[in-house]
């Protein structure tokens, strides 16, 4: 199945911003040596954070009504006379 554009886009962008981080160098130097609009880069470090929390919430929206039954053993429990 083919790309989409957006998530191409995707792609490029997380590979800049992993880069930019691998660097240590500041957005601006490094958006500067590689010829990349810092606007754009810090526009998509953005909407990339908004995606990942969308798909981290879906995940767990998911996970949410998962039902798990462990077993449980019942046992009596005796009562001391005096008491």
Do not use: Y
């Not at 554009?5 to 800049?16: G, M, N, P, T």
């Not at 500067?32 to 810090?42: K, N, T």
């Amino acid at each position: 199945m083919a790309k989409t554009r957006s998530a191409e886009k995707e792609e490029f962008w997380r590979l800049a911003s992993a880069e930019q981080q691998a660097s240590g160098m500041t957005i601006k130097a490094f958006c500067l040596q590689q010829g990349i609009v810092a606007h754009a880069f810090s526009w998509w470090n953005r909407e990339i954070r908004k995606r990942d929390q969308r798909r981290a919430g879906r995940q767990s929206d998911n996970h949410a009504n998962d039902t798990r039954l462990i077993p449980v053993t019942v046992t009596a429990q005796s009562i001391p006379a005096s008491a």
